[in-house]
């Protein structure tokens, strides 16, 4: 036990000499090659002295680094992430014109610019030497997890055994579809995913069916909080407040999340020792980051940015992060340029802001919520849910079946492994979940197919002037609104001024391929009846575009109508898969449709774009030419993937349908592993009781499936 103890603090000291030794270097090479820093005095050294004063330099940076840095980082909390993370390269000079400083005789000096070039290569350097060397020893990593094991252990004042009910981490992948993970997984792009279903067959995977709204504030909400009743697409006009609701909206998201508790009188799926990491919503959890609902609450409650410390206090970290978000930047800027010099097409426009957003989204926000789960499993936490954004932000600009796509899938894969890897050292054994909220479906835009976006061909078929060219709808997005909270700057209200310039104006919001339209100066629904003496032209001109596939629309006598081209009109209650305007649509659709009907807050007229069945396209309302929100296609198909020993979601021959009944599949599970199942019992809980497959009156009530109200 001694020699081992031993063994290891002389492989710790090794590694610090010759991280300190590789810096040493470093910096007299640059010494050597930069004009404006030098470790000689005024009238020169021998290469003695200046090698003494390099190393002197390197090791003041090093302690600095490791003492200063986390102290820094914390300070500096109060300031907006994405700067933070921008500011690692100024707070890493600075700290090395302090090492300078601190060098005798006053050898060390260096332009402050020059300063903060030398400070990054220095890190880079070092936290390349230290993984090198942690790769050539074969145990380093697996010794340095267990011994932050063994350290969380001691302090909780557990035992030295895994032993006690497993946690459960779920991970969603935002946007992946049923189908294109089974593909990256069959063609070797998610090795990890690949060996889970393959090689040990450790997992199994099925798909489910989103609700109409096929989108990640509906399908979160539900998965989380339950009941996502009421929530008709990703934005919304509510006429009795004359507010539009944007489910990626702090005080929006904050609202809903209000609503689901109030409905299903139940905090939330991690309201018992749960976390929930870059979430919409918070689950019920008390440990938070990256929470949009959260970040709506001011003072001492607000813990949204909760996590950013434990991450960017690694200084190495920080400049990881940093070098690897202007790579994306440099990465999205190269692949943009690439797509319009082949002029490729479904093509958008990918300038301005966009290129820092994915980064964001596939760079900082990963590390920091990967970084946050690990910290969770070494905590002990019993649930965990943490959303990765990456593939659905980089789909919507550049398709979800693109090369771009595919390698934001591979880089996702590395995450997942590595969270496999953790689970291997922490204190208490882990049960992997994998989901997304929705797919993506691919298509050019209904503005880009036709010349004129949905609000233009509204304002046409209510006589009202219409632009002479079609201007774009603005496209909204999670990882958009997550970068502007991150800057402490509040999200755009998009379609708020819409219905202030004319009470008679409609208000055209877009979901994806769903529209919805409403008519401010018509008090509660409007019916058919009241638009045809309205505004006699703008059903038929909506119903029979080709771009359109069906309008939702009350009607005075059979409750509500779904309307196609050529005249189609069934009622409601009486709608069929695959008959009338539903022909395209595939199962499901009917029940989807009569569901959302029911909400208070369905607009007046519900638009899904048309569908083409054989290639799987739609038209996206804003610019996407990946898009989700409506029905047709992959949208409407995301997967479940759990571990083997779980029971399965439904029993056999049933379909799951819908967020509220993944969210009782997901607290099934998580009793299981507080209450292992008998041999032999998985049948029995194989989907019993877990509400109607046709997503009817069962949803949002607790049933035989066992459902538990939190207790925490």
């Known amino acids: 036990m001694g020699d081992g103890r031993w063994r290891t603090a002389g492989s710790a000291l090794l590694r ?18 930069l004009p404006d820093f030098r470790l000689q005095s005024a009238d020169g050294d021998s290469i003695t002295r200046t090698a003494f004063a390099a190393a002197w330099g390197a090791g003041a940076f090093g302690l600095l680094s490791a003492l200063v840095w986390p ?12 700067v933070l993370g921008l500011l690692v390269f100024f707070l890493n000079g600075s700290l090395l014109l302090l090492a300078l400083r601190l060098i005798p005789d006053g050898r060390g000096a260096a332009d402050p610019r020059t300063a903060v070039v030398v400070a990054a290569l220095m890190s880079a350097v070092a936290s390349a030497t230290s993984t090198a060397l942690a790769v050539r020893d074969d145990n380093a990593y697996r010794r340095r997890l267990s011994r932050l094991a063994d350290r969380r252990r001691r302090r909780s004042g557990a035992g030295d055994g895994r032993c006690g009910p497993p946690g459960v981490v779920f991970v969603q992948l935002d946007g992946v579809g049923h189908d294109v993970l089974a593909r990256a997984a069959a063609t070797g792009v998610m090795p990890t995913v690949a060996r889970w279903l393959a090689d040990d067959g450790s997992h199994r995977l099925a798909p489910w069916r989103t609700d109409w709204s096929s989108q990640t504030g509906a399908s979160q909400l539900g998965i989380l909080h339950g009941s996502n009743h009421d929530v008709p697409a990703f934005r919304w006009y509510e006429k009795e407040t004359g507010d539009v609701m944007v489910s990626s909206r702090p005080a929006s998201a ?7 508790v109030a409905r299903t009188r139940d905090d939330g799926l991690l309201a018992v020792d749960g976390a929930s990491r870059g979430n919409l919503f918070s689950g019920g959890a008390d440990q938070l980051a990256l929470v949009l609902s959260m970040a709506a609450r001011r003072g001492k409650g607000r813990r949204s940015r909760a996590g950013y410390f ?42 301005g802001f966009y290129p820092c957003i994915r980064a964001f989204a596939t760079v900082v926000e990963r590390d920091v ?20 954004v990456a593939y659905d932000e980089v789909a919507h600009h550049s398709g979800p079946h693109s090369r771009d796509a595919e390698k934001l899938l591979a880089r996702l894969d590395r995450s997942l492994a590595l969270i496999a890897k953790v689970a291997e050292h922490t204190p208490r054994r882990y049960r992997i979940v994998l989901l997304s909220d929705h797919g993506q479906s691919p298509g050019e835009t209904f503005a880009g197919a036709y010349g004129l976006t949905l609000k233009d061909l509204v304002r046409a078929g209510c006589g009202l002037p219409v632009p002479r060219r079609a201007q774009r709808t603005r496209s909204g997005s999670e990882a958009r609104d997550a970068v502007r909270i991150a800057l402490h700057r509040r999200p755009a209200g998009e379609g708020e001024a819409e219905h202030r310039a004319k009470p008679s104006d409609p208000v055209v919001l877009a979901s994806g391929n769903l529209g919805l339209i409403s008519f401010p100066d018509i008090p509660g629904r409007a019916t058919r009846e009241e638009l ?4 006699p032209a703008l059903l038929g001109t909506l119903a029979n575009h080709p771009g359109i596939g069906f309008l939702l629309v009350r009607d005075e006598r059979h409750g509500s109508v779904v309307m196609g081209g050529a005249g189609a009109e069934i009622p409601v209650s009486e709608l069929r898969d695959g008959e009338g305007p539903l022909a395209p649509f595939g199962p499901g659709a009917a029940d989807a449709i009569r569901r959302t009907d029911t909400f208070p807050h369905a607009a ?4 899904n774009s048309m569908h083409d069945p054989a290639t799987g396209a739609v038209h996206a309302f804003e610019e996407q030419i990946g898009s ?3 029905l047709g296609g992959e949208q409407s198909r995301p997967f479940l993937l759990w571990p083997s020993e779980l029971s399965a979601p439904v029993a056999d021959g049933t379909e799951l349908v819908g967020a509220e009944q993944v969210h009782r599949v997901l607290r099934r599970w998580l009793r299981e592993c507080a209450e292992p199942r008998t041999p032999g019992a998985a049948g029995s809980a194989s989907g019993a009781g877990d509400g109607a497959a046709d997503g009817g009156p069962a949803r949002g009530v607790d049933d035989a499936d066992g459902t538990v109200p939190a207790t925490g």
């Open 16 to 33: 610090v000499v010759v991280v300190w030794a590789a810096s040493t270097l470093t910096m007299l090479v640059l010494a050597g090659i």
């Open 71 to 82: 102290v820094l980082v914390r300070a500096l909390l109060i300031v907006p992430a994405l």
């Open 254 to 260: 904050l609202e809903l999340q209000r609503r689901a």
């Open 310 to 351: 434990a991450y960017f206090s690694d200084p190495a970290n920080a400049v990881r992060t940093a070098v690897s978000f202007v790579a994306e930047v440099c990465r999205e800027i190269c692949q943009s340029t690439r797509a319009r010099l082949r002029k490729e097409t479904p093509r958008i426009g990918r300038g």
């Open 369 to 388: 919520v990967v970084a946050a789960v690990i910290g969770d499993m070494f905590a002990g936490r019993t649930a965990v849910y943490a959303d990765l």
């Open 532 to 535: 045809d003496r309205t505004r």
């Open 604 to 607: 007046d007229i519900m638009v």
């Open 628 to 630: 989700h929100g409506g």
